[in-house]
């Protein structure tokens, strides 16, 4: 390694990933900070991200390299489904979870619900490599409120049948924190349509590994088939885990080909990450987690 490489960049964004090991990038450019109502919020220009968000100071999403979480969370149970018509999103006012839904022919209609309306507005002014404006498509339902009454109180009261739910949230602590329990997990199931699935992240193994075990036993309380996978996420600086969580739907019934027959036929163009070997492989765990999810 270079003297070079050794010293420190000026100005570094870092975040914490577990009590003695973090995770730092060259800073860039401020483009706006402050403290919303529920949270404090940052805008970056950085060299190797390009345009990122920070969220009470943890990494949430930037331009070049969103798709590795938000096809992941997408696709894999969505790809599983014969047809997704209605999906509800769970936070997600960065709108890429959104633009995902958004490529398949048969969707109908994205319900978003977004607790800070200043991530949906700080999206559409600075995020659109992120978003490519699904946060103003005609098929999305913007709703700025608690996720946590939504699924409760205001989606048992309308009869939704929703074919993918997608958690798309900050990690579960906090604010958040409730979003990640079994009431929730099973109000979520019940919203629900036949053959339905949820979608979340799960956390970092190697510095979470408490967190990721805990929520995987906690879906497999409520859902018949959960199936965690694992893939590097270079924003969040480590292995991450995200899941999906069914009674009926299991996505590693489909064979990689079938995976890829299915991209082809509903015409689900610009993915830079997700195919169907992608697909399977993700599902392959080591036997460090084999031993952690047992």
């Given at each position: 390694?270079?003297?070079?490489?050794?010293?420190?960049?000026?100005?570094?964004l870092?975040?914490?990933?577990?009590?003695?090991?973090?995770?730092?990038?060259?800073a860039?450019?401020?483009l706006?900070?402050?403290?919303s109502r529920?949270?404090?919020?940052?805008?970056?220009?950085?060299?190797?991200?390009?345009?990122?968000?920070r969220?009470?100071?943890?990494?949430?999403?930037s331009?070049?390299?969103?798709?590795?979480?938000?096809?992941?969370?997408?696709?894999?149970p969505?790809?599983?489904?014969?047809?997704?018509?209605?999906?509800?999103?769970?936070?997600?006012?960065?709108?890429?979870?959104?633009?995902?839904?958004?490529?398949?022919?048969?969707?109908?209609?994205?319900?978003?619900?977004?607790?800070?309306?200043k991530?949906?507005?700080?999206?559409?002014?600075?995020?659109?490599?992120?978003?490519?404006?699904?946060?103003?498509?005609?098929?999305?339902?913007?709703?700025?409120?608690?996720?946590?009454?939504?699924?409760?109180?205001?989606?048992?009261?309308?009869?939704?049948?929703?074919?993918?739910?997608?958690?798309?949230?900050t990690?579960?602590?906090?604010?958040?924190?409730?979003?990640?329990?079994?009431?929730?997990?099973?109000?979520?199931r019940?919203?629900?349509?036949?053959?339905?699935?949820?979608?979340?992240?799960l956390?970092?193994?190697?510095?979470?590994?408490?967190?990721?075990?805990?929520?995987?036993?906690?879906?497999?309380?409520?859902?018949?088939?959960?199936?965690?996978?694992?893939?590097?996420?270079?924003?969040?600086?480590?292995?991450?885990?995200?899941?999906?969580a069914?009674?009926r739907?299991?996505?590693?019934?489909?064979?990689?080909?079938?995976?890829?027959?299915?991209?082809?036929?509903?015409?689900?163009?610009?993915?830079?990450?997700?195919?169907?070997?992608?697909?399977?492989?993700?599902?392959?765990?080591?036997?460090?987690?084999?031993?952690?999810?047992?």
């Amino acid at each position: 390694m270079t003297d070079a490489r050794l010293r420190l960049p000026a100005e570094v964004l870092s975040e914490w990933l577990s009590e003695d090991a973090g995770y730092f990038l060259s800073a860039g450019r401020l483009l706006e900070a402050g403290t919303s109502r529920w949270q404090h919020y940052e805008v970056w220009d950085t060299p190797r991200f390009g345009r990122l968000f920070r969220l009470d100071g943890c990494f949430m999403s930037s331009e070049r390299d969103e798709f590795h979480y938000h096809e992941n969370l997408v696709h894999v149970p969505a790809m599983a489904h014969e047809g997704v018509r209605q999906a509800l999103i769970i936070g997600g006012g960065d709108g890429g979870s959104a633009e995902e839904l958004l490529k398949y022919p048969t969707i109908e209609r994205v319900v978003i619900v977004e607790l800070d309306e200043k991530v949906v507005d700080l999206s559409r002014r600075y995020l659109q490599g992120i978003h490519h404006g699904a946060l103003d498509d005609a098929r999305v339902d913007l709703r700025i409120g608690d996720g946590l009454r939504y699924v409760t109180v205001d989606g048992p009261a309308a009869a939704a049948g929703y074919d993918l739910i997608v958690l798309d949230l900050t990690d579960p602590v906090g604010l958040a924190e409730a979003l990640y329990g079994e009431d929730f997990f099973r109000a979520c199931r019940a919203l629900l349509a036949d053959g339905g699935a949820l979608s979340l992240h799960l956390g970092a193994p190697a510095f979470q590994p408490e967190r990721v075990q805990a929520l995987v036993r906690r879906l497999r309380r409520v859902f018949a088939c959960v199936r965690p996978y694992f893939l590097h996420i270079p924003l969040y600086g480590s292995l991450w885990g995200l899941a999906t969580a069914s009674d009926r739907l299991d996505p590693l019934a489909l064979a990689a080909e079938e995976i890829d027959r299915r991209i082809m036929e509903r015409r689900i163009g610009e993915l830079q990450h997700y195919n169907g070997a992608v697909h399977h492989a993700q599902f392959a765990l080591p036997n460090h987690l084999r031993a952690l999810l047992a």
